[in-house]
């Protein structure tokens, strides 16, 4: 689908598809440049096109028919990490991170408009990341890359030197894959241990259900355990935060659409969610049917059920484990955790209700760790900046590293396999779990 | 395709530190104040003094214009780029480069962030002591070419006070060190001179500054009064008592009222004209008692509520809906001009009540946040840009606010600088031979007139803010001679002077 240039937009402004960036969202910055200081692009290149003021500024300007939509707007629009460290401190408000995607649907839509594709973004973004069918098949490779020796025979033959180095790196790091997804492991419906306190439908995700599907079943057990019951809706599909990100906004309208439909059948009280992208897209529906009444109010419905796992836990009361978990860690905050969604407390007091646990805190632990969706692909010095800063950050003798989203879990497992350390990189969710299971062994 | 001078400055710093392309450079057109904009030609990132130098030294030689820029949160224009100049971006000048925490000093490039020297020195129980409210985005030298102040200058000074020693690039790129980081510095006092400068008379590259000792403990208040008349006399009155608080700053109701909307929000009652917030620093032994009469003292004046923090998240989240509250105008205005007048402490409460006049009469809402205790007013002035006509009755209004201020006996700023935004209001303080003699400076450092120009000092004729300046007194004229004593205006000079003694800490250095 291609999408036609709209009579709607502003006068001589370059923006001229649906869907734009909208004046009540930019017109509240008052430039005073209190985000400047927290992000890292500015951080790291004191440019103030790659600030947040700045990129708002140039958002204006184009919508305003001041700048075309060229490198002037769309650079920094692709350098921004979409981290929102700017919307906590903002005293003024402003949405930057959706400001941000919306620029990106333009730049996606006019290059569509131009017949100037990415074939390898858009085989990604449509191809792969919708269909879970072909999440299933690549996952099935990845086992069977890393079972049957071909990865160590990859490795020692050097045939990966082909990969760009930051691929490359990656595929070093992918954790073990276990035996199936979650979503086709779980069974439909897993009755609460006790009494029934809630109802939660588990959103599996999809790089969290093709990497990390272990922090899935962790999910659904911790969940059982504090007496919620779980229901795996077998349809669902990836969460469309990927395509946001991108510009894509047509494909995540369509992702959004099919989610929503799934989960009102699913009828549970609540959406679980254990990645913080995801979780923060999920709670974002809304944004993408601007123009859609009817579409609207079923996802502010949808959105308003949407919690990530720690808050869902925190919500409805969750049991304190009783064993001992002799570990001392530290906590790094997920940006779409901490500044898109505000989480911070509920991830640390599950932490801290660990008998035995210490948690350790890191100097900015909320600063961007490079992941970023697959920034580390797209921007990989900035993102491998950002890596070894979070890095030299972790604070000495603590074991592992908690987190609460799979591309901060990668990301950090490279930064880990680079140092050499001992140390685990594990969801919040799978440190709750290991202290259940051995509220058992005692 | 590009110009030869552009070539000779990518040879300087390289290709990937200067920015040329028209549309690369507008990020550029406007600082923290953005009434007004223009195209920078080129914006370059020098990361040495002595690459400071040699772009200086080429852009004089070939007449060039150019002007520096710190972090672009300035509130006067003093960084935008009125007349196509380059832009010397300090951003990536931010290191810190020495300390000496047995003699309290520390040496920083100026794109160093104010609130990050803080938080180097913090292990050792260390701190920079003036705060602007920006104070986490702004930098060491934008604080340096401002003379900028903040909440604590009360007791602590302002920046002028703390710097000791620079070393600055000449308008010619020659480099020469000023002051002394202990002692004082025999012969003139370049560095008083260059400090509040606004990048006018050159650019400081290195800047040895004091740092201090933490207090060893603080109390924090924040009350409540229905009457901003009441609030006032409470200033008056602590300082009056031989007190000298860290701190006290006052915020309006509007003011409240955008902060609470903010992520800063306190939760002020929705029916005060004013809230004050007071801190006091010193000994452990004494800061309870101090605090108490300060309590007893907004008591005596009919204070509603009066609190005192209980923990360091609370006083955080008090200072931090003080120190929001510009950024937060957003909430209730698209646009807003911040006003830095000074007044003597005693008149607040009949200078409020001509702001409010003022606002009435132009139909624009006027927020007040200030430092009350060193009499140093920042009323906001909210527009809307996108309503034809509204930007400049608020610079307009905004100019008559400061007239009132300086009938009032005091000052156009008191730490934003003059920039852009109050050079017209120079004339209307100064006479034509005090402004000569400040232009007969400005030709010693920089006799082509091409740094920053239009900034800080009016120039003769060519300059156009001067006329604008005119064009309004002309405009205004009715409202000077509606004022009741004619002859207290024009000696206003020696008046301000006066009156200058008492509210010296927060006026220019």
């Known amino acids: ?442 | 395709m590009r110009d030869a001078y552009i070539d000779r400055l990518v040879e300087i710093v390289g290709e990937r530190r200067c920015l040329w392309r028209p549309h690369q450079v507008k990020a550029y057109a406007c600082d923290g104040y953005t009434a007004e904009e223009g195209l920078p030609r080129a914006v370059v990132f020098p990361e040495s003094t002595d690459e400071v130098a040699r772009i200086c030294r080429y852009l004089y030689e070939n007449d060039i214009p150019y002007l520096p820029r710190g972090a672009g949160t300035g509130l006067s224009g003093g960084a935008t780029p009125t007349g196509g100049e380059v832009v010397i971006s300090l951003a990536r000048m931010n290191k810190l480069l020495a300390v000496d925490f047995d003699n309290l000093r520390a040496v920083v490039q100026p794109g160093l962030v104010n609130l990050t020297l803080t938080r180097r020195v913090s292990h050792a129980d260390c701190y920079y002591a003036p705060d602007p409210s920006s104070q986490s985005v702004c930098t060491i030298g934008g604080n340096f070419a401002e003379n900028a102040g903040g909440s604590h200058c009360l007791k602590y000074g302002v920046t002028t006070n703390h710097v000791v020693a620079a070393k600055v690039v000449l308008p010619d790129g020659d480099v020469i060190d000023v002051g002394a980081p202990f002692g004082d510095a025999p012969g003139y006092d370049l560095l008083g001179l260059l400090v509040g400068s606004e990048g006018t008379l050159g650019i400081a590259t290195e800047i040895t500054v004091r740092i201090l000792k933490k207090p060893q403990a603080l109390r924090t208040a924040l009350a409540y009064f229905d009457r901003v008349a009441d609030a006032s006399d409470t200033v008056t009155d602590i300082i009056g008592a031989g007190i000298i608080p860290a701190a006290i700053e006052m915020m309006d109701q509007l003011a409240m009222q955008a902060v609470d909307k903010s992520n800063y929000h306190v939760g002020y009652p929705t029916d005060i004209e004013a809230v004050l917030l007071i801190e006091v620093d010193g000994l452990a032994a004494g800061v309870d008692e101090v605090m108490a009469r300060v309590v007893e003292i907004c008591r005596r004046h009919r204070v509603r509520e009066v609190r005192v923090a209980q923990s360091d998240a609370e006083r955080a989240l008090w200072w931090s809906s003080r120190k929001m509250a510009f950024g937060a105008m957003g909430r209730i205005s698209p646009d807003y001009i911040v006003q830095d007048g000074v007044i003597p402490r005693t008149r607040l409460t009949e200078v409020l009540r001509k702001i409010d006049e003022v606002s009435r009469r132009y139909g624009l809402k006027i927020a007040n946040v200030f430092h009350a205790g060193d009499g140093n007013l920042h009323p906001l002035i909210l527009y809307d840009s996108r309503v034809p006509g509204e930007a400049e009755r608020a610079v307009r209004a905004g100019s008559e606010v400061l007239r009132a201020c300086v009938d009032a006996g005091g000052s156009i700023t008191g730490e934003h600088g003059v920039g852009i935004e109050k050079i017209g209001e120079m004339a209307y303080m100064f006479s034509e031979d005090e402004i000569h003699a400040q232009r007969a400076v400005k030709s010693c450092f920089d006799p082509k007139g091409i740094v920053n120009a239009g900034k800080l000092i009016p120039l003769p004729g060519r300059c156009v803010e001067v006329k604008r300046a005119r064009e309004i007194i002309e405009e205004n004229w009715q409202i000077l001679n509606s004022f009741p004593d004619q002859a207290a205006v024009q000696a206003r000079g020696a008046f301000a002077q006066e009156a200058g003694a008492e509210t010296s800490t927060s006026a220019q250095g």
């Open chain 1, 1 to 442: 689908m291609v999408n036609e240039p709209t009579a709607v937009a502003a006068k001589g402004s370059d923006f001229r598809f649906p869907d734009a960036p909208e004046e009540e969202k930019y017109s509240v910055c008052v430039h005073c440049g209190f985000c400047l200081e927290v992000c890292p692009t500015y951080q790291a290149w004191g440019d103030e096109n790659h600030s947040p003021r700045g990129r708002v500024y140039l958002i204006k300007a184009c919508a305003e028919g001041e700048l075309p939509l060229d490198e002037s707007v769309i650079d920094p629009v692709f350098t921004c990490l979409d981290c929102r460290a700017c919307e906590t401190v903002c005293p003024s408000g402003v949405q930057v991170g959706a400001l941000v995607e919306e620029a990106r649907g333009q730049v996606f839509y006019a290059r569509d408009a131009e017949g100037k594709r990415d074939p390898v973004m858009r085989f990604f973004l449509r191809g792969v990341f919708p269909r879970p069918a072909r999440l299933r098949v690549i996952r099935r490779l990845m086992r069977f890359y890393q079972k049957s020796g071909l990865q160590k025979l990859a490795r020692s033959t050097g045939v990966l030197r082909v990969l760009p180095p930051q691929v490359r790196e990656m595929e070093d790091v992918i954790p073990e894959i276990g035996r199936g997804p979650a979503i086709d492991v779980l069974p439909e419906t897993i009755a609460p241990q006790g009494e029934r306190k809630a109802t939660a439908a588990l959103f599996t995700g999809c790089v969290m259900d093709v990497f990390f599907s272990d922090v899935n079943e962790a999910t659904a057990r911790v969940l059982v355990r504090n007496g919620v019951e779980v229901r795996v809706p077998k349809d669902q599909i990836c969460c469309g935060a990927l395509q946001v990100h991108a510009g894509d906004r047509d494909m995540a309208r369509e992702m959004a659409k099919r989610n929503i439909e799934v989960f009102e059948r699913a009828g549970a009280d609540y959406v679980a969610i254990n990645a913080a992208g995801c979780g923060a897209a999920l709670k974002e529906y809304p944004e993408l049917f601007r123009d859609d009444p009817a579409w609207r109010d079923r996802a502010v419905q949808f959105s308003s059920r949407v919690r990530d796992i720690s808050q869902l836990l925190v919500e409805v009361g969750f049991d304190p484990p009783k064993a001992e978990l002799p570990m001392a860690v530290t906590y790094h905050d997920a940006c779409h955790l901490c500044h898109a969604q505000k989480i911070r407390y509920e991830p640390r007091s599950l932490l801290k209700s660990v008998p035995g646990l210490t948690l350790c805190e890191m100097p900015d632990s909320d600063r961007c760790c490079g992941s970023a969706g697959i920034y580390n692909l797209t921007h990989p010095e900035m993102a491998n900046e950002l890596l070894e800063r979070k890095m030299d950050d972790v604070p000495e003798g603590v074991d592992a590293i908690v987190m609460g989203n799979p591309g901060c879990m990668m990301q950090i497992r490279l930064g880990v396999k680079r140092r050499n350390q001992p140390l685990r990189v594990m969801h919040t969710v799978e440190v709750l779990d290991l202290a259940y299971q051995r509220e058992g062994s005692r």
